[in-house]
């Protein structure tokens, strides 16, 4: 059974439109529990407390092309709860986009799309989710987009589950769509008051939960989550306030609809027994085929549209000029300004990673997330869900370990962001091991589609900053806060996966591996080293992941494998880790490999001095350089 919904006047429901949602939840309950149960595992309890909830959203609200995912102006459903993928799929199924076969027989099945939380191989999935706490901030990048950049009248509809809201990311993401005025913004709680393993911390107390919300700048609906009337007069309200952005609380029981299990703790996470799913089944009716078709937006095209024809002049420096990499990431950035589709987020620091300079010549593409990384992260992907080229920035630190899970999920959405971390290592100097990132780069070589740069001076710094903006992945650009000589002249190009060679002559001795602040150390110690008639070809290896394996192994069999890799990162993970795996089945003989990072807690102190402590400065090279050379002499 087919029924046409064109939401043309939404109006107050009638005792027909009432029936048909009644209907409507009732399919969603069936399915979600059919799918399930045949896959063997999942979470239907989840999914029922929440089916009368997306069955007015897709009778009544939902304005969505099925058939054109990549419409422009559709409104974007995030389910923050991921785990309520059976009601999700469930949905699609009612839609028509995915049919039976494929919603109970593959659900969770190995090789099928319809995965156990949602992931973007579906063309109606923005986002990846199912690790809590993250739709609702993502969906702020959507919204930012919507308001600020397409200025299209799109909404974005978040189910978010009730213990999710523990998470600080939730009201990091509220807070921003306040202070950013998002009215194109709904969370849709579904409060069932149970969570994995017993009572959520609110459990039903809506009042609580809606002081929260309000504290927080956007405006709470309490509402009975099973009463169809009261969800579509709360839904209508949601987008009549064009500035702020709405929180729907709604008090649902968890397994509605089955009532051996309604409101019992122990049923998070589990199918029901095939006995008892006949049951609920029948209980419910059985199994229906109701297909609706929901309304379609109107037309509409985004307000900024790349431009192909638009050409970037970077800056150019001398040789010899001293420049930090920070300061030349704002003034490539800002050169940048001139593609329509770049945006700039900043994490309160933008006068430090020189992110502000950006804001200075294009501030309706920048965006200020103040000190909560994790919004800031997931900004930048909700900002890429709508085609845009966002470049969020903080410092190395903050940027990295505080949203790291953040990050890693933008891997698994296999989305494309770009990350600059500034005042990375011990090489900051005074301000101490807090403010020290010394394990980025083995945290950003883990993640999925991930890219890892790390620069030595300005031009090579501008020249991956523009091929940052035509990569795909979550590409991190690691940049210091001192100034260092310019070594690169503006003709020279820094591919990705490509590495240059300093000093190379066919009877080098040994190789000195440095990337950053490092590779400077290695050029001082390969002068000294020549002095003393050894001579070493050093390498800059400012592309990490991916990174150039072929001379490596060049380099190997020219030095007899004598290589020194230097860092200002812990050792373990970094770049001497990505060095080894690169070699480890390489047919190049025995490796003779010294690792130079930082060991231990490091201080405060200057720059050099920290440097010289953690040995990786000039000297403790040319030691270990020595060492290597005079051992297999």
């Known amino acids: 059974m087919t029924t046409n919904n064109t939401q043309s006047d939404v109006g107050t429901m009638t005792g027909e439109h009432l029936d048909l949602a009644h209907r409507l ?50 409104d974007h459903l995030i389910f923050s709860k991921g785990h309520a993928s059976p009601l999700l799929y469930s949905m699609y199924r009612a839609v028509g986009v995915v049919g039976e076969d494929e919603l109970v027989n593959t659900y969770r099945q190995f ?128 987008r009549s306030n064009p500035e702020q952005p709405t929180v729907v609380l709604a008090r649902t029981i968890k397994a509605k609809g089955v009532p051996e299990i309604e409101d019992k703790n122990g049923w998070h996470g589990k199918a029901l027994p095939k006995d008892m799913a006949e049951r609920a089944i029948a209980a419910l009716g059985g199994v229906t085929d109701l297909t609706i078709t929901t309304a379609t937006p109107d037309a509409g095209a985004p307000a900024i549209q790349a431009d192909p024809s638009a050409t970037v002049t970077l800056p150019v420096w001398d040789i010899g000029e001293k420049v930090a990499t920070r300061a030349a990431f704002g003034a490539a950035i800002s050169a940048l300004a001139v593609r329509p589709k770049v945006v700039v987020l900043d994490g309160e620091v933008g006068n430090s990673t020189h992110a502000g300079e950006f804001k200075d010549v294009c501030p309706e593409r920048f965006f200020e997330m103040f000190i909560s990384e994790q919004q800031l992260i997931a900004s930048a992907v909700g900002l890429s869900v709508r085609g845009y080229i966002p470049f969020a920035s903080s410092f190395a ?96 190009e820094f591919p990705i996966g490509g590495c ?58 020219i030095t007899n494998s004598r290589l020194v890799v230097v860092e200002d990162h812990y050792p373990q993970g970094g770049i001497g880790g990505a060095v080894m795996e690169a070699l480890a089945d390489a047919d190049i003989g025995q490796l003779h490999v010294t690792l130079l990072g930082v060991k231990g807690l490091p201080v405060s102190g200057q720059p050099a001095e920290l440097l010289d402590a953690a040995g990786i400065s000039a000297r403790h090279i040319v030691a270990a350089a020595r060492k290597l050379v005079e051992a297999q002499a």
Not at 37 to 64: C, I, K, N
Not at 151 to 180: F, Q, R, T
């Open 111 to 238: 090789g099928s799309r319809l995965e156990g939380h949602p992931m973007p191989i579906l063309p109606w999935v923005d986002v990846a989710t199912g690790s809590l706490g993250q739709g609702l901030p993502d969906a702020v990048g959507v919204c930012l987009a919507g308001k600020y950049l397409d200025k299209l009248p799109y909404h974005a509809w978040v189910l978010c589950g009730d213990s999710e809201l523990a998470e600080g990311s939730i009201w990091e993401a509220i807070d921003k769509a306040a202070y950013y005025k998002l009215g194109n913004l709904t969370a849709i709680v579904d409060v069932n008051r149970l969570g994995q393993n017993g009572p959520t911390e609110l459990q039903w107390e809506m009042e609580k939960y809606a002081k929260r919300v309000e504290a927080f700048g956007a405006r709470a609906l309490v509402i009975d989550g099973h009463n169809l009337a009261a969800i579509d007069a709360a839904l209508s309200e949601a």
């Open 500 to 557: 240059k060679i300093h000093r190379a002559e066919p009877n080098d001795q040994v190789a000195l591996i440095g990337a950053g602040v490092t590779l400077h150390e290695c050029l001082a110690a390969a002068e000294e080293l020549a002095e003393a008639g050894i001579p070493a070809r050093v390498i800059d290896l400012y592309s990490i992941k991916p990174l150039d394996r072929d001379t490596l192994i060049d380099t190997c069999r």
């Open 397 to 492: 630190a903050f940027l990295i370990a505080r949203p790291y899970d953040f990050i890693r999920m933008a891997g698994v959405s296999e989305a494309n962001i770009r990350l600059v971390g500034t005042h990375a290592g011990v090489e900051i100097g005074q301000d101490g091991p807090s403010q020290m990132a010394l394990e980025d780069i083995a945290a950003m070589r883990a993640i999925h589609t991930s890219v890892v740069l790390y620069p030595s001076d300005a031009p090579s710094t501008a020249a991956l900053v523009a091929t940052m903006a035509d990569t795909d992945g979550v590409v991190y650009l690691r940049a210091t806060r001192g100034a260092y000589p310019v070594i690169y002249g503006p003709e020279e």
């Open 25 to 74: 939840a009732t399919q969603l309950r069936v399915d979600s529990i059919r799918c399930s149960t045949q896959a063997g595992s999942g979470h239907p309890t989840s999914s029922l407390s929440a089916a009368d909830l997306m069955a007015v959203l897709l009778l009544r609200h939902l304005r969505y092309d099925w058939a054109n995912a990549h419409q422009a102006t559709n």
